[in-house]
Every structure is written in C-alpha cells, then in structure tokens.
C-alpha cells in the first residue's frame, strides 16, 4: 500500500536538479521566495508541487517539457489596492492592468498573493476583534446557516 502512495508522491530527477538549480540562482526568483517564507507548505503529487498558504494553493508547479512552469489562479493576482474606481458613463476609469500583477516582481508578488489568498475576515485592521476561537478559520456552529428548511421560512419574497 505504501509503494502506490509513493509513486504518487514523487518527482523526477531532472525536476528535482531544474529545481535545485532554480534556488541556487544568483538572481532573485520566485522559487526562492517560495522557499524562504516560514508561512508556505510545499505538497508532492504526481511529478509536480502544489503551495499552499493557509490551506490556498497559490502555486501550481509542473514539469512540462523539461521546464519548470508555475501557474496561479487569477484570483491572487489581483492586487490588493484600496481604492476607489470611478465608473462614469459605464465605463470604470481605471486602466485593468493596475488591478493584477503580470510579472512576478521578488517578495512583494509573493507576499501580495499571500494577501489575496486570506479570507477577508482573517486579515488584521485596527478595526477588527481578535478571534477567541482555537480554530479561527472554521465558523464556530452557532454562527451557521440555519438547516434550508428554517432558512425558506425566514426569507421574504418579493
């Protein structure tokens, strides 16, 4: 049973030296970065990596035609700017390309994706209460949608 888990849960040679090679560079790179942040785990699968921060995969790692080739959902790309975009005459006044990265640019990419990927309610504010549960990225009971019988009571129809 272990040797099938294993054969899952493995890279191949020249991966693991494109790899090594990477985190040896003398230029700084993302793979580095990924390597050097206490707060990302690094899961095997099948001849390719997944980075996981707090339960989001921010990286996709294969090995595909000798490369090493990351991918990202576009949803950590988007920058976390705190601004308001007019929209006039249907049009937002603000140019898409300032909403999302489209080169990695060292730490900063990194640690902005790592923003995009913590549930608003986990980010600190000066404005927010600190959690009292030992779990709090898991909803205490209490605060769960009722049961979809108690909720088709409670809702209004318009």
Known sequence: MMDAVNAHRK?????????EALAASPAPNWWRDVLTNDDLFIAVRRNSLNVYYRGASIFKIDWNGGRIVPSTHAKYLVRQAQTYVPLIDGQFQHPATALTWERYEEEETLRQMMRAATPRSDRKSSSARPSTSPMPHFAPAATTCPPSSARSRTTRRH
């Open 11 to 19: 890279l191949d040679t020249d991966f693991l030296d494109a790899l």
